[in-house]
Each structure stands twice: as C-alpha cells, then as structure tokens.
C-alpha cells in the first residue's frame, strides 16, 4: 500500500484527517501545526531533549522522529489527554505542587515520561526515576524538583516511597 | 516523495526492487534526524512499520535470531538479556528510554556508523547478517558486512531481516566511554564474550576504527591467563597487560569528540575492567 498524500491519524481516541501535507513531515510537526495539538513542544528535532515525547501504541517516543504518514492505524496519545477537561492528572498535579515547573518548555514531555515510568512501575526506585527521565532536558530545575514531583505523584498513588 | 507502507517482507522486497530510490524507514532515529535537518529528501520512504517477519526474535539451537525490527528496549528485556548479555548491556546504553522505544538493531547495521553500539558486541559474537531481496537471501559474517565509516555491504535493494549470534557460553561485558550516562556517542565502546568450554575470549571495538575491530593478539595471549575450570585470571593483575595488547589493536583517530591518544588510553581501561568482570578472583 502507498500512503496518500492525505492520511489518517488517531489521536487520544479521534480520528484526525491530515489533508495537503509534505508527506516527510515528523509527526511532531503534524500535530502541532496541522492538529492544533501544541502540546509536544520542539526544541531540536533530533531526538535529544524529549519535550516532543507522545506515545504511539503504548510506548513513549520523540513524535520528531517519527514520520507522521508511517503511524498510520497507530494509536498516538499526547499531553492534551492527561487533562482533557482542564482538570490535571495526578503526576501534572505532583509537579505542580513540588515546584517542578519553572518555564514549563520540558514539562510536558517529562510529564508523559513519568506517566509512562509509573504505568509500567507503580513503585519505581530513585535510579529508575533518573534513568526513565534521562533523555528529557530542562533547562530550569537542575531534576531535583522533578524527581521530588515524582516522589508526590508516587506517594499520592501507593503510599510507598521513593527509595 | 511517497511512503511505502508494505505489510508483509515479501511484499516490502517487491516495493524496494520497484523503487530502488526508496530509502528504508525502521524506528526513524538516524533516519527523520536527516529528514529534520534537511540533510536527506528522499523522494520515496519505505517504512517497516508493518512488517510483522522483522520484529521477532527466537532461539534456533545455540543461535539467537533478532529480528531487525528488534528495539533497545526489546533487546534489554531480561529473555533476550540472559541469550546476550553484552548486547543487553550494549543496547542499555543507547540514547534515552524514548531513543531505545523506537531505534532498532538493524538500524543500527543499516547505518553503520563506527560509533553504533551493538556494532562491536556483534563483531566479538562473528554475528551473520541476513539480507533479502527479491532476487534470493544471502547471509553476511559482520566483518563483510561492514566495510568502512558508515558503508556497508547491503545493495540498495536488499532489507536487512535478521542478525543471529551464538547463544551466551560464558561471562559477557559492554562498556563504553562517553561524557555522561545517558544519551552519548560512544568515545569508545568494547564487547568481550568468553567461550568457557571453548576456552576463548573475543573483544569488539567501537569508535576506534573505521568498522569495528576485533583484538586477534589479545585474544590468543589471554587464552593461558585464565584459569578456565575456575573461571578465573591466574594472575588479576594479568588484566593490565591484556588491557595494553587490546589497545594496540585499536586504529582510532582525532576528531571533535575526542583525540586518538584518549581513545587508545579509553580502551586499555575498558579491556582490562571487562576482563577483570568477567574472570574476578
Ligand atoms: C538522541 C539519539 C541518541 C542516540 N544514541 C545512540 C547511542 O547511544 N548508540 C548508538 O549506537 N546509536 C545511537 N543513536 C543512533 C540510532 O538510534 C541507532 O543507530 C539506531 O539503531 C537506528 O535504528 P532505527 O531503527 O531508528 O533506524 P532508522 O533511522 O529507521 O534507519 C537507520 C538506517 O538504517 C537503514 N535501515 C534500518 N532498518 C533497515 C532494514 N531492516 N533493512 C535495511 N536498511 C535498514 C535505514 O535505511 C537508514 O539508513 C542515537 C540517535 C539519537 C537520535
Ligand atoms: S524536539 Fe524531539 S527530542 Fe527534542
Ligand atoms: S522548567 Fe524550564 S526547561 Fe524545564
């Protein structure tokens, strides 16, 4: 099969029709200037800062490095569907209240770095969390108040802590 | 440009010999890095997305079968970890848990940089790469396979389907050599495999050459240093000297990342750490 110019997208459960597209165009660029989906956020494109991070089939890639007409009859999911009525999921909460937040360009894909970490390992240990957030770069918060937000976000979950 | 979205090998064979001109498309990590910045416009790309024959992975005897489409991820999963400990350690290393999602082995073959880390686990393991096409399959030692800084035997026509490795038959490291933990371009990168009842070790080097190297006088000196029925060095301090004879098989150059003389030095350290893992008092 040859992909159309036009396509098809399932994101966070909607089918989006992607019309008149370069068909080399990364899947970051689609949602974010085809979609309305600015959620995933480009600072490089090449795959080393994680803020455009999304999950495609249940597992957390760069959407810069995913070319969008190949994740067709994928399901993608982004940071837009943690809150999708305003309200903000518990790990959004968690940052918020440890102070992990400070421009915000990294939070969303840390966000959806720690949802992934914790979907997969509700009680992960303090190296686990440094090495699940290894490939996304802040700027602002030196990790340590990202690390406290996912000890919060844990704690709230499990009662257990961190170790 | 046009994607190529074929849904069986077969049929992915066919796309290719119908547009040689295609570039192929795995996890997209070296590839849409091109397409980002401009470097690469392919006119047409053909994905392996849906190719279900690639993402397997099984044992066939003593020989382990990765699937191209196997991910870093995959490789790190402890059935595949405990078949090839060296590659798990390789694959470990590489980028970041969203980079290991999505890159995989055969694109690690595909583009066949002197810095991919797998590269040199494959070399010490005499890995076989297996290509197909429509006209046949053929089946590649790496050391054919390889054939300069990113240049690789494989015709425009051919899909990399498989790399098979011996299964495990003794201790296995990995190490590699880089500015912090997570996320770099090796330095320096080095494989030692033992063979217990074999009684041998082979080393694999990376990012010292312009293909990974393999250390052939290191790996005949160290045969009477250990003590196989132990599995032990007879002498650690052994382990130095076997770290010197492995360096000097190294061809490393100067370049941004790092000079020939650090590299050669890097990899002194890595053989004599590996070995001194592998066969501790
Ligand atoms: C941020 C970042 C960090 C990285 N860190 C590392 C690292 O630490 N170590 C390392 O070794 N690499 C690293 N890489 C490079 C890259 O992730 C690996 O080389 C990876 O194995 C590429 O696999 P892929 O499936 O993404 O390949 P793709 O980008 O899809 O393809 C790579 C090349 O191989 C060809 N190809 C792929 N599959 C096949 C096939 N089955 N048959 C024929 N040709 C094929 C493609 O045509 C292309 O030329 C990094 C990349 C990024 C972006
Ligand atoms: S924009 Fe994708 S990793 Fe930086
Ligand atoms: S808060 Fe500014 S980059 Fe992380």
Redesign the pocket.
Known sequence: MTAPEDYDLLVNGTEHHVVGAWIGESLLYVLRERLGLPGAKNACE???CGSCSVMVDDRLVCSC?VLAASAVGTAITTVESLAPDGALSDVQQAFVDAGAVQCGFCTPGLVMAVEDLLARDAAPTELEVREAISGNLCRCTGYGRVIDAVRVAVRRRTGAEVA | MTVLLPDSLDRACAQLADHPEA???????????EVNFGHRRPEAVLS?ARVPE?KGWGRDGDTLVLG??VT?TELCDPAIAELAPALAQAAR????PQ?RN??????????G?P????LPVLAALDATVELVSVTGRRTLPLAEYCIGPKRTA?DAT????SVSVPVARGPQEYLKVGPRNA????VAGLAAVADIEGRRVAVGLGSVGPVPLRAPEAEAWVVDRIDWSAGRLVDPADATEFGSLVAAAARPIDDHRATADYRRHCVSVLARRALTRMFAA
């Open positions: 090449q795959g080393e490095l | 570039h192929v498309l795995a996890g997209g990590t070296d590839l849409m890095v392996l690639l191209a489409g870093y290393t590489v980028g970041s980079i999505a890159g995989t082995i055969g694109g690690n073959l595909g583009t940089s810095a991919g880390d797998t494989r051919e899909i990399i389907a996320m770099v371009i090796s």
